[in-house]
């Protein structure tokens, strides 16, 4: 590596990219927080095909890189058979867009792994973001619960003496254990969140359909603007305030000819308050099982941090941002800065030691 070097870190999950450059010198400090963040909406299962061409156009422009990291959760897109075919697929576009740049790729065990052994062992690379991020984290905080709420899913992580404490290590496992929650602040259907809504005094059954999305209810409250909308609508009309209420009307089979800017309102947030008892109650699942080891201040991170900090504070947690490396801009892409600034280390590391570390040898990310 080079005196002073930039280095990619990449998080791809299904419907979003996030891109973070940093810059890092051999001492393995780092210069300055990220020199771009860059996040895109991308629906994988649609065109997967594309897939390369869009990480090419988001790497564009920028100094060339000595390395990139890679994490990801398009694995699970269901454009893909298996979990390894989409691991194989997102190495292999990711190598395609930045030929130039040696490639790593995070895995759960907090390792970096070489494209081939990542393609050897996918289910150690599939949905390792949340590791990277917390691995970072836990370097400037040692006891906290970290909180990642992004546009699909939620993160509950456990950080407890200087050290990751979860214990799931695979999706099913960490939404068995309380730790992922599949609710997220964009793209989750408001049937997914509840099932009768208020209306007219009373309750009403919603329909069984993705007439909106939890997008509309954060456009309708005001804690969205248009263009942090960045998924779909579902009826692919605008973005607007109005057009957001519309679809929340539609839940109830109504529409905004028959139903009150109250009444809409009632629904919205109705849906924002079942919401948040959601996440709380991964939180709870986990400082259950934590008891008087767990943490009593949460980390708030992602594009749905607001979410994060009502659900803490409704479990008497309190609340702080993350510092270091995922301060400020960063927290809302933490895995893609986390595994740049992780990379960044291990590589410094290993020029100080005297070993460049060739692209077919896997070594620790710090896990």
């Given at each position: 590596?080079?005196?002073?070097?930039?280095?990619?870190?990449?998080?791809?999950?299904?419907?979003?990219?996030?891109?973070?450059?940093?810059?890092?010198?051999?001492?393995?400090?780092?210069?300055?927080?990220?020199?771009?963040?860059?996040?895109?909406?991308?629906?994988?299962?649609?065109?997967?095909?594309?897939?390369?061409?869009?990480?090419?156009?988001?790497?564009?422009?920028?100094?060339?890189?000595?390395?990139?990291?890679?994490?990801?959760?398009?694995?699970?897109?269901?454009?893909?058979?298996?979990?390894?075919?989409?691991?194989?697929?997102?190495?292999?576009?990711?190598?395609?867009?930045?030929?130039?740049?040696?490639?790593?790729?995070?895995?759960?065990?907090?390792?970096?792994?070489?494209?081939?052994?990542?393609?050897?062992?996918?289910?150690?690379?599939?949905?390792?973001?949340?590791?990277?991020?917390?691995?970072?984290?836990?370097?400037?905080?040692?006891?906290?619960?970290?909180?990642?709420?992004?546009?699909?899913?939620?993160?509950?992580?456990?950080?407890?003496?200087?050290?990751?404490a979860a214990v799931g290590g695979t999706d099913p496992d960490r939404l068995r254990s309380g730790e992922l929650v599949y609710t997220g602040c964009l793209r989750t259907?408001?049937?997914?969140?509840?099932?009768?809504?208020?209306?007219?005094?009373?309750?009403?059954r919603v329909a069984a359909e993705r007439f909106a999305v939890t997008a509309d209810v954060y456009r309708w409250l005001g804690r969205i603007a248009d263009e942090e909308y960045t998924c779909d609508t579902p009826d692919g009309r605008g973005r607007s305030r109005g057009e957001a209420g519309a679809r929340l009307a539609r839940m109830v089979c109504a529409d905004s000819e028959t139903l009150s800017e109250a009444d809409v309102t009632a629904i919205a947030n109705h849906v924002s308050r079942a919401q948040t008892r959601q996440i709380a109650q991964g939180i709870r699942q986990v400082m259950r099982r934590l008891g008087p080891d767990c943490p009593r201040v949460a980390l708030v991170a992602g594009s749905g941090a607001f979410i994060a900090r009502a659900a803490a504070a409704s479990v008497g947690l309190g609340v702080c941002d993350p510092a270091g490396g995922l301060a400020g801009d960063a927290s809302r892409v933490a895995p893609a800065a986390a595994v740049a600034y992780l990379l960044a280390d291990q590589l410094s590391e290993a020029v100080a030691a005297g070993r460049l570390v060739p692209p077919k040898q896997s070594f620790c990310g710090g896990g």
């Open positions: 590596m080079t005196a002073v070097a930039e280095i990619l870190g990449w998080d791809v999950g299904g419907a979003n990219i996030k891109l973070v450059r940093i810059r890092a010198d051999q001492t393995g400090e780092h210069a300055g927080p990220p020199l771009q963040v860059v996040e895109r909406a991308f629906p994988l299962w649609r065109e997967p095909a594309g897939l390369t061409s869009v990480l090419a156009a988001m790497a564009n422009g920028g100094a060339p890189s000595s390395a990139m990291a890679l994490t990801m959760t398009a694995e699970l897109a269901d454009c893909f058979a298996s979990k390894r075919e989409g691991v194989a697929a997102v190495i292999g576009a990711a190598e395609q867009a930045v030929p130039v740049s040696p490639l790593w790729v995070y895995g759960v065990d907090g390792r970096f792994l070489s494209p081939t052994e990542a393609r050897q062992r996918p289910h150690v690379v599939a949905a390792a973001n949340w590791m990277a991020s917390a691995t970072l984290l836990a370097r400037e905080h040692r006891d906290a619960l970290f909180l990642d709420v992004g546009s699909t899913t939620s993160d509950i992580i456990p950080i407890v003496a200087g050290r990751v259907p408001v049937s997914a969140v509840v099932r009768t809504l208020p209306l007219g005094g009373a309750r009403c």
